[in-house]
């Protein structure tokens, strides 16, 4: 049978009654029919045996790019057809992106369809004989997956269980080193695993749909705290003004209509200035979905809260994409500032974002401030406001107030 060339582009076209790959062929590729309509069959001595017909936006020959086998089928085309090439290495980079249960749940799929192809064709027709009562072994995800699956539900109980609480990190002007907010930052106080940093829950949470939930659960806390903060006492600019509060959030909680309730119910209660909380959202999580991410970010600029456009200079930094944020503040990146006087790259990076952010009237944060030539250098710049263990690591609330009131006045 005539067959198409191994594939070299990105799309392959194939006209009608042309082979696309044999059964037995070895495979390193799957294809996405774009147009047209193929057909899968396998050789047999009295006859071929059509298995299936496939059209637009179908797939053929992924069992072969996913296990690395050989074809089980032969395909060919009914009409001229498009197909667009999808290799093994884009299928793997995708896969190795996901989280370990997905990638457990395909490795097993693709173990049972082995199995029962092989089941299938040593029968020879005949019914196929019962599976041999062996060991089985367990895909290689299925440790990291029963973890995440365990990590899973106990967020959930500790969700239940009140065990999430909120410590702050003082936000301070470079220029005086006086506090003039604080970032809220969730801790974890885990029954047996002690106290556990974001970092040890905050991605499960997020693949999982579960950072919703503990978005709600520090958006109440903070409410709650706002009231009591005190003034700042025109250290921040003319005037007295309230010490104001940063919260983080995902970008997946801007779609939530849990969120979105809990914030309209504040501006209803009026309990606090929706000026003293500002909500920080990364760059690169409003990337994946940008026009619904703007709407609802606007939609926040005119209840009056805040927003800091967080990690900046990790993503896709430009003026003409962050020109379309309804942002109020813009922080930098802590791994730029930690590496800034030693990395002169760092350092021209950081007077990018400045220069960028001034163009645009926007205060800069630098986060990760642990030197006090670093806190000069950002000063010099231009860059208004400072964070990192050069003025405080995040404490608790009481604490934090306590430090605000013994700085000279």
């Excluded at 060339?5 to 009608?16: E, I, K, N, T």
């Excluded at 020959?61 to 057809?81: N, P």
């Excluded at 290495?89 to 192809?117: F, H, K, N, W």
């Amino acid at each position: 049978m005539p067959v198409v060339s191994p594939p070299s582009l990105h799309r392959v076209q194939l006209c009608a009654g042309v082979t696309l790959f044999n059964e037995g062929d070895a495979g390193d590729a799957a294809y996405l029919i774009e147009e047209g309509r193929l057909e899968i069959f396998a050789t047999r001595s009295d006859g071929d045996l059509v298995l299936a017909c496939r059209g637009p936006g179908e797939v053929v020959g992924e069992m072969a790019i996913l296990d690395g086998g050989k074809r089980s089928a032969t395909v060919r085309a009914l009409a001229d057809s498009v197909l667009i090439v999808i290799t093994r290495e884009q299928l793997a980079r995708r896969i190795s992106g996901t989280d370990p249960i997905l990638r457990m749940c395909l490795s097993v799929v693709l173990e049972r369809y082995r199995a029962t192809v092989a089941r299938l064709e040593g029968a020879g027709g005949r019914p196929a004989a019962p599976l041999p009562s062996e060991p089985h072994n367990p895909s290689p995800y299925f440790r990291e997956a029963i973890e995440t699956l365990r990590l899973e539900q106990e967020i959930q109980s500790g969700i239940d269980r009140a065990e999430f609480f909120m410590v702050f990190q003082p936000i301070v002007r470079l220029d005086t080193a006086y506090t003039v907010g604080f970032e809220a930052l969730m801790r974890w106080q885990h029954p047996e695993r002690g106290l556990l940093p974001p970092s040890q829950f905050i991605p499960v949470a997020e693949s999982s749909g579960l950072i919703s939930r503990l978005t709600l659960v520090a958006l109440k806390i903070v409410a709650e705290l706002i009231p009591r903060l005190p003034d700042c006492n025109g250290r921040d600019g003319p005037g007295p003004g309230k010490l104001f509060l940063n919260l983080n959030i995902a970008a997946q909680d801007l779609f939530e209509s849990d969120f979105l309730d809990l914030v309209e119910s504040l501006v209803r209660d009026g309990r606090f200035e929706t000026s003293s909380l500002r909500f920080e959202v990364t760059e690169s999580g409003l990337i994946k979905d940008p026009d619904r991410s703007i709407a609802t970010l606007h939609k926040l600029r005119e209840y009056g809260f805040g927003v800091a456009i967080d990690d900046f200079g990790t993503g896709y930094s430009s003026l003409n994409y962050l020109s379309t944020l309804p942002a109020t503040a813009i922080k930098i990146d802590r791994g730029f500032v930690r590496s800034m006087m030693d990395d002169p790259k760092s350092f021209k990076i950081i007077q990018m974002i400045v220069r960028l952010a001034d163009e645009l009237g926007l205060p800069v944060v630098a986060e990760g401030i642990e030197r006090p030539e670093q806190a000069v250098a950002l000063n010099g710049m231009g860059c208004v406001y400072g964070q990192g263990y050069l003025y405080g690591r995040p404490m608790q609330f009481m604490e934090a107030l306590s430090s605000v009131v013994d700085l000279p006045r």
